[in-house]
């Protein structure tokens, strides 16, 4: 079992900053691929950025490219989502997810555990 718990939300001007933080517990994360997805009201359940086991290899949704960076330390067991030239477009709940996979990570179906979500709001 892998207990998943977001921080770092809030409220920003459009063109500002966050870090998202997701700690994990029970398990060490170092055992997981992780992943960030996003929900905007009445809308589904978003992939955002993954990140592999090692770190090594990334991937990220072609809206956030550029703007967002996803990292980890897993001496920390923490997850990181570091956003950057935010717009109002991405206010969202974001939530941090954890795969004992290694393959189809922008799949939510991947994704066996989850956080509670932490709500980010980009104002214009």
């Known amino acids: 079992q892998v207990q998943l718990v977001e921080s770092g939300g809030g409220l920003v001007q459009a063109g500002g900053s966050l870090r998202l933080s997701c700690a994990a517990s029970g398990r060490t994360v170092s055992s997981y691929a992780m992943a960030w997805f996003r929900q905007a009201p009445g809308n589904e359940r978003d992939f955002v950025a993954a990140i592999a086991r090692g770190g090594g290899i990334t991937h990220y949704a072609d809206s956030v490219k550029g703007r967002f960076t996803i990292s980890r330390d897993n001496t920390k067991n923490t997850v990181y989502l570091q956003m950057s030239s935010l717009k109002p477009e991405d206010t969202a709940v974001y939530y941090c997810?954890?795969?004992?996979?290694?393959?189809?990570?922008?799949?939510?179906?991947?994704?066996?555990?989850w956080g509670q979500g932490t709500q980010v709001t980009v104002s214009s």
């Open positions: 997810a954890a795969s004992p996979g290694t393959w189809d990570l922008r799949n939510s179906n991947r994704y066996n555990y």
